[in-house]
């Protein structure tokens, strides 16, 4: 199974952008590159997906390296609700299950 | 209701009791999707239910875990003699797959499973 790779945390200062980084190195032709949120009690959220190309929504963007080999999350300006592990996951067509790892632990300083 | 239902919210057993935990997805959803999550630890995948195909069981930690989905819909995630190390809370989700490809999970509000 392909396999992302996230540093356990960072830390952000409120108002600013925060770049979350996601190595993907086995990403096959057809896996679909997923991030969801968790928030402090919650269950894990949504927050945008991608193939290929770049992607944006309300929350947040995706930027996608031309070789796939990577992506980064991109939340334009950190609130303090923005606190949360951030997971990367790799979904493919098949009936692979979502299965979350470690993610990205990001501290939003205000 | 719009989102996955989870129930109960909350449950306290004794040791060695079974517990069942139930899970109705949103309406339409193919994908139902089970976790456990101890305290302060990730989410661990428990099983996975994806239309008519047999489920993904590959992460149930023992045969004390079992879940079954009736008629596509209604999930029902079962623990035997349970032990206090299943104390977690179990959070169920569910989503759609249009022409294989897997669109955003839902997750519900999770059930809090004590045992003492």
């Known amino acids: 199974d392909a396999k992302t790779t996230q540093p356990n945390s960072m830390e952000s200062n409120e108002e600013e952008p925060v770049h979350l980084p996601c190595n993907h190195s086995?990403?096959?032709?057809?896996?679909?590159i997923h991030w969801y949120r968790q928030l402090p009690s919650q269950g894990p959220e949504y927050v945008i997906h991608?193939?290929?190309s770049n992607v944006n929504n309300r929350m947040a963007s995706l930027a996608i390296a031309e070789d796939r080999k990577s992506s980064t999350l991109i939340l334009h300006r950190a609130t303090l609700r923005d606190a949360a592990v951030y997971y990367c996951i790799l979904l493919n067509s098949g009936n692979t299950p979502l299965v979350f790892g470690k993610g990205t632990r990001l501290s939003v300083i205000a | 209701g719009a989102g996955v239902s989870q129930s109960p919210s909350n449950k306290v057993t004794e040791k060695g009791k079974d517990v069942e935990l139930r899970c109705d997805p949103i309406?339409?959803?193919?994908?139902l999707y089970w976790y456990r999550q101890s305290l302060g630890q990730g989410l661990e995948f428990l099983i996975y239910?994806?239309?008519?195909?047999?489920?993904?069981k590959s992460g149930l930690p023992s045969d004390r875990f079992s879940a079954e989905r009736t008629g596509g819909s209604v999930s029902t995630l079962t623990i035997q003699r349970t032990q206090q190390e299943d104390s977690a809370v179990y959070l169920c989700?569910?989503?759609?797959?249009?022409?294989?490809?897997?669109?955003?999970?839902?997750f519900g509000q999770g059930t809090r499973l004590t045992v003492v």
């Open positions: 991608g193939l290929t």
């Open positions: 309406s339409g959803h193919t994908a």
């Open positions: 086995t990403i096959s032709g057809t896996d679909y």
């Open positions: 239910f994806q239309g008519n195909s047999a489920p993904d």
């Open positions: 989700a569910s989503s759609l797959a249009r022409r294989g490809v897997r669109t955003e999970a839902f």
